[in-house]
């Protein structure tokens, strides 16, 4: 049974940095991605991973800030946020599948490709 199980999260300030990591476990993984959900708000993809080869592809708002990562052997993946603004503020999942999505295709981004969801670390930006 797969497992995924997100931590590091809490209170930043704005400009500050935070590092999450989901602990994967119990399964085979091509794909894995990082998606978010404010209050109020759809669920939004944040960024992901194609474990073969660590192609990655990032949301446009998070761009140049955020870097996802993963280790294969450990069987982790990491989100490190950096310059993080008020906006950033949301619940952060951790997904997973066993299919290796090309970082230029659209199935990359929409949660309904995902099969398997960690419960959600959640990160507060303010002063």
């Known amino acids: 049974q797969v497992h995924l199980v997100e931590s590091g999260g809490g209170l930043v300030q704005p400009g500050g940095s935070l590092r999450l990591s989901c602990a994967l476990s119990?399964?085979?993984?091509?794909?894995t991605a990082w998606f978010r959900q404010a209050p109020g708000k759809e669920r939004e993809f944040v960024g992901s991973i194609r474990w073969f080869d660590a192609n990655t592809r990032y949301a446009d708002s998070v761009k140049g800030r955020f870097t996802v990562s993963r280790e294969r052997f450990k069987k982790t993946m990491a989100l490190e946020m950096n310059n993080l603004k008020p906006e950033d503020t949301a619940v952060y999942y951790c997904?997973?599948?066993?299919?290796?999505?090309?970082?230029?295709?659209?199935?990359?981004?929409?949660?309904?490709?995902?099969?398997?969801w960690g419960q959600g670390t959640q990160v507060t930006v303010s002063s």
């Open positions: 997904a997973a599948t066993p299919r290796s999505y090309n970082s230029g295709s659209s199935y990359v981004s929409d949660h309904a490709n995902y099969d398997n």
């Open positions: 119990g399964g085979t993984f091509g794909t």
